[in-house]
């Protein structure tokens, strides 16, 4: 059996935060129970969309009478011309702020006036959490407020899209990929200063400006280490699946969402850089627990076996950050940008390829039968040579 995970089709998603839709049947590594926490876990309406309005959102012009969207009540200040997208609880509209005359995106919980404690504590939370951070990297946010029932957060507006978008299922040239790769880095770096772990990182959250500039948005599922609060407070339970599945850790896709630190996100950059390298997520298969099972339990297929034109250095960073130990990634955003830093240069880098030593330990432990048998034919292969040997030195 192959230790890496086989490639697979591209039509497959996955990579998609997990919803009730992209449930499959559980494989025979699956606890039962793991597969009910997904299903708990997802939902009604957990996926994610691209819902537009049928106007020109990429306008810079500001929007006419005719051109309004019939969403929510109109906010004051605001005037929402189009939706931009969807997830479980929230929806994101363009809004063009009348004041500043700026486009903003203004962030509302879907259920409006019905949204219950928990839904409000995570909004609420997570606009705590967006303005602790000041970085040319991380979106900024505006304003928090509500009105007639309506909770809404004002974040800076990127006009370039999600770098999904940009990538659709096409490798960027390494030199891009690591230029790209050193923001987001040091983006995450300033956070993991303030204790804050994003813990949902992928293309889809990562947004573009107009000039093509990355910044890291939706922080619905951060933690906060120093207060041991998060984002979901009253939603998070032990043993709950968090996150995208082609992009958490195995701790993460483990169920100890609670525990994951600074290296889960570290993972999570290592797997975009490889979807940046390959055009594919590290780990993608046609249901979401089957995606689990890989995340867990398989090497991912090294980029250069895709195109062997990608430098060795930036596959060797790359598959750093994708090791299974959290131990074994690098200790800190800050050391992955300094190594892209390096490599950008053509410098030596400090990260060394994976030894043999590694995939092998990770062999036995997922073959463990296959490694017994392989153990005694050792051993009595020994006991023959050794035994040849002595009856030839005593005669």
């Not at 479980?88 to 009348?98: E, I, P």
Request: contains cysteine.
């Amino acid at each position: 059996m192959s230790e890496h995970a086989p490639p697979t089709s591209d039509s497959t998603d996955s990579g998609s935060r997990i919803s009730r839709k992209g449930v499959g049947s559980p494989t025979e590594k699956i606890a039962p129970q793991d597969v009910d926490r997904i299903r708990k876990l997802a939902g009604e309406g957990e996926e994610e969309t691209d819902k537009f309005a049928p106007i020109d959102l990429s306008t810079d012009q500001a929007p006419t009478n005719g051109e309004l969207f019939s969403g929510p009540p109109p906010i004051p200040g605001y005037d929402v011309v189009g939706e931009l997208g969807r997830g479980g609880m929230g929806v994101v509209c363009k809004a063009w702020h009348v004041k500043n005359r700026r486009f903003v995106a203004l962030k509302l919980i879907s259920a409006g006036p019905e949204a219950n404690n928990i839904q409000l504590r995570r909004f609420k939370a997570e606009a705590e959490i967006v303005a602790k951070l000041s970085h040319p990297n991380i979106i900024q946010i505006y304003e928090v407020g509500e009105h007639q029932g309506w909770p809404f957060i004002s974040l800076e507006f990127c006009g370039g899209g999600s770098l999904a978008k940009k990538l659709g299922g096409t490798p960027m040239s390494p030199q891009a990929a690591a230029v790209l790769l050193t923001k987001l880095a040091e983006a995450l770096a300033v956070a993991h200063a303030h204790r804050i772990i994003h813990r949902d990182l992928k293309p889809s959250n990562i947004l573009l400006t107009a000039e093509g500039e990355p910044k890291v948005g939706d922080f619905g599922l951060a933690k906060q280490l120093e207060t041991k609060t998060e984002s979901v407070v009253g939603v998070t339970l032990t043993g709950a699946v968090m996150g995208t599945p082609s992009y958490m850790p195995p701790e993460q896709a483990s169920g100890d969402a609670n525990s994951a630190g600074p290296a889960a996100d570290i993972y999570a950059l290592g797997a975009i850089l490889y979807e940046c390298l390959t055009g594919r997520p590290p780990f993608r298969a046609p249901t979401v627990v089957e995606t689990l099972d890989q995340v867990r339990n398989q090497l991912p297929v090294p980029p250069r076996q895709f195109d062997a034109r990608i430098p060795i250095e930036l596959e060797t960073i790359c598959l750093k950050c994708l090791q299974k130990k959290p131990a074994n990634r690098y200790a800190v955003a800050a050391e992955l940008a300094e190594d892209l830093r390096l490599f950008l240069a053509g410098e030596p880098i400090k990260a060394r390829p994976t030894g043999s030593i590694s995939k092998a330990i990770l062999w036995i432990k997922k073959e463990p039968e296959a490694a017994g048998r392989l153990a005694g034919i050792i051993v009595a292969l020994t006991a023959l040579v050794m035994g040849t040997v002595y009856f030839f030195l005593v005669q």
